[in-house]
Nanobody
């Protein structure tokens, strides 16, 4: 599985941005994978942002982004999205998408990085005040 995140940029506080993560699977359907977004600010650990089950029905968010960010997926396009609204300077980070085969582990503990099997490269989001 190969993941390619894109859509990062330089923005101002209050702006909106949509990140995309295209997934190339090897034999298994994209819907077989739960997907997640994590972020890592300079000098800090990588932290959970949002996750979505394979069907797109169940979603999970960290408290810091709940109500501002929306995770979604288009299984016909093998792509997961992260719509980010009302951006704040503290949202500045490299954003990573990740895939987990099956929904079970993500439904139990979506924020655990160890539950994800594949990771993409980061896309940088910088929000100025």
């Amino acid at each position: 599985v190969q993941l390619q995140a894109s859509g990062g940029g330089l923005l101002q506080a209050g702006d909106s941005l949509r990140l995309s993560c295209a997934c190339a699977t090897s034999g298994r359907s994209f819907a077989s994978y739960a997907m997640g977004w994590f972020r890592q600010a300079p000098g800090k650990e990588r932290v959970f942002v949002a996750a979505i089950g394979g069907s797109g029905v169940r979603t999970y968010y960290s408290d810091s982004v709940k109500g501002r960010f929306t995770i979604s997926r288009a299984n016909t396009k093998n792509t997961v999205y992260l719509q980010m609204n009302s951006l704040k300077p503290e949202d500045t980070a490299a954003y990573y998408c990740a895939a987990s085969y099956g929904d079970g582990r993500i439904f139990r503990t979506p924020a655990s990085a160890g539950n994800y099997d594949f990771w993409g490269q980061g896309t940088q989001v910088t929000v100025s005040s």
